[in-house]
Each structure stands twice: as structure tokens, then as C-alpha cells.
T-cell receptor, first 112, second 112 residues
């Protein structure tokens, strides 16, 4: 069966520090991969999605970036965090049809 | 682009009641719809989905209804239980290879 792993679960970082969140998927090949951000009590904002290794589409201009070095690995990064980067970050995967998304357990990021 | 919206931000019901969560969409070209349940601090979990060539689909205690005439989607939960308390999101996929667009969510509160 397919599983998705996302870590860490909680992260507290100072403003201006770098960020690296990692997500891996097991049990499937060539998935579409996604990074979403969710502000407290709000909906899901798509940040990045990828249909293959090295292929990244950015939905929202910001100081975050994403990379897909391997088929089932998706990384969200920042060189310098802003206060506004705080939120709940979710990784997800789907098949090539962009239908049913399967989400990870999320990372609660607090930038102080 | 067009977006998915929800009528009610919070729905409070008694245990054992049937719950109905509503969602309006504005893109008549959307061909796929999906509902997620998100408990506090966790990633969204898939509940049920439906394609635009269907009007109704049933799962375990849940039913999704699609009314394309008025562009309305609803999630019905039978015999609501305290464990159903969560935020529920609907999402739509525009035709083609677009990603899912999520609504803002409705919080369901179930009282014992």
C-alpha cells in the first residue's frame, strides 16, 4: 500500500533562518507531488506541485522554493524565513490524473 | 479563476442526527469533485469523490450529491457521531490536467 511521510511534525524557527521540509512517498511510482500551506482556520493554498523529477510548478510567488531530487521525494525550502511563513504545511501525492490527493500528517511551522 | 465556496462556516448537530454540508462551485466545466475531513492538527483525509457524469454516490454513512444545474455539491453524513467533528473541505477539478481547487471549509461540531 502507498504511504506518505512528512517531517518534522513541529518546527519553531527564528526569522531569517533557513527551512527544509521533506516528504517521501512509498508504494507508488511517478506520483504527482504537492506542497500546500494552511493558515490557522483557513483553507488550503497550493504552493508547488510536481509531475516528475526536476519539474516544479509554482502557484504563489514567495520566498519559498521546492525541489524534487528523486521520484518520490519532495522538499520545501527557504533561504530566509519570514514571519508570514508560519503555518501548517502539508505534502500530498496523487496519481497522474490530479484527482484523489493523499496528504501527509503536516508540519506546524512557527516563525518567531 | 473560479473558486469553490461553502455556505456555512460552522454546523452544530446532535449525535445521531444527519448532517448536511454544502458547497457551491462556479466553474461549470469542473469534471471532478471530492470531500475531505480534517481533524485538528492532522492532514486532510479523503472521504468520497464524484465525477460530473454522476448525481449521487454513496459510501459508508456518507453520500455526496451533485447538482450541476445549480452548481451545488453536498456531503450528507448519516447518524453523525462525535468522531465526525472536524473541518470538511470540498474541492473541484477543472477539466483537463488542472490541480484541485479547495473551498474554505466547514467546521462540523457534534454534541453527545
Amino acid at each position: 500500500s502507498q504511504t506518505i511521510h512528512q517531517w518534522p511534525a513541529t518546527l519553531v524557527q527564528p526569522v531569517g533562518s533557513p527551512l527544509s521540509l521533506e516528504c517521501t512517498v512509498e508504494g507508488t511510482s511517478n506520483p504527482n507531488l504537492y506542497w500546500y500551506r494552511q493558515a490557522a482556520g483557513r483553507g488550503l493554498q497550493l504552493l508547488f506541485y510536481s509531475v516528475g523529477i526536476g519539474q516544479i510548478s509554482s502557484e504563489v510567488p514567495q520566498n519559498l522554493s521546492a525541489s524534487r531530487p528523486q521520484d518520490r521525494q519532495f522538499i520545501l525550502s527557504s533561504k530566509k524565513l519570514l514571519l508570514s511563513d508560519s503555518g501548517f504545511y502539508l505534502c500530498a501525492w496523487s496519481g497522474q490524473s490530479n484527482e484523489k490527493l493523499f496528504f501527509g500528517s503536516g508540519t506546524q511551522l512557527s516563525v518567531l | 479563476g473560479e473558486s469553490v465556496g461553502l455556505h456555512l462556516p460552522t454546523l452544530s448537530v446532535q449525535e445521531g442526527d444527519n448532517s448536511i454540508i454544502n458547497c457551491a462551485y462556479s466553474n461549470s466545466a469542473s469534471d471532478y469533485f471530492i470531500w475531505y475531513k480534517q481533524e485538528s492538527g492532522k492532514g486532510p483525509q479523503f472521504i468520497i469523490d464524484i465525477r460530473s457524469n454522476m448525481d449521487k454516490r454513496q459510501g459508508q454513512r456518507v453520500t455526496v450529491l451533485l447538482n450541476k444545474t445549480v452548481k451545488h455539491l453536498s456531503l450528507q453524513i448519516a447518524a453523525t457521531q462525535p468522531g465526525d467533528s472536524a473541518v470538511y473541505f470540498c474541492a473541484e477539478r477543472y477539466s483537463g490536467y488542472s490541480t484541485l481547487t479547495f473551498g474554505k471549509g466547514t467546521m462540523l461540531l457534534v454534541s453527545p
